[in-house]
């Protein structure tokens, strides 16, 4: 079995029993060695998944299942519509704006691409891409490209960007929030 399958598959083991489950449990279960399961528990710790604790991990309680972006984009397009129309009240020419992954900020790009006196941060690639060709001032966070969320650049890069770059306006969804 190889990584990621093995990975969904304690995700799978974490969700089901909902509680801790030990080392022993996931080498038998995965017919793994402990030191194959031990550093996919560390990996999986080091992106939030999984808390480790002695002998084994409980599932990390902010992870969810993550959605697709693209297919985010298409539930509740009328509400994110309405939510980006109304959201363009606050931003003024001159305005710099943080606009996250969610695809309610992807909808609101949509509606201020044709602005031309804006600078937009963002660690959303799809946003970068649709802003690409707007004579909007695009700075991206770098940072990697996040394994669970394929739209999204994440890590102290992308942290340090937003830490020295001071927007006038921020638009995010409650998940961005920790």
Do not use: H, P, W
Request: glycine share 4%; charged share 25%.
């Amino acid at each position: 079995m190889f990584y990621k399958e093995r990975e969904q598959e304690i995700l799978s083991i974490l969700k089901t029993t909902n509680s801790f489950v030990t080392v022993k449990t996931l080498c038998d279960t995965l017919y793994a060695s402990e030191s194959s399961i031990r550093r996919d528990l560390r990996a999986m710790e080091e992106r939030g998944l999984v808390k480790r604790s002695y002998g084994g991990a409980v599932l990390e309680n902010n992870y969810s299942n993550i959605v697709t972006f693209n297919r985010r984009t298409r539930q509740n397009v009328n509400e994110k519509r309405e939510i980006a129309k109304k959201a363009i009240s606050f931003i003024k020419d001159g305005d710099i704006i943080f606009l996250d992954q969610s695809s309610t900020a992807f909808y609101l790009a949509d509606e201020i691409k044709n602005r031309s006196s804006l600078t937009v941060v963002t660690n959303n690639i799809e946003i970068m891409m649709l802003l690409s060709n707007s004579k909007i001032k695009l700075i991206s966070s770098g940072g990697c490209l996040s394994d669970e969320n394929r739209n999204c650049l994440i890590g102290s890069d992308a942290q340090r960007t937003f830490e020295n770059i001071f927007a006038d306006i921020t638009f995010f969804s409650v998940k961005a929030v920790s």
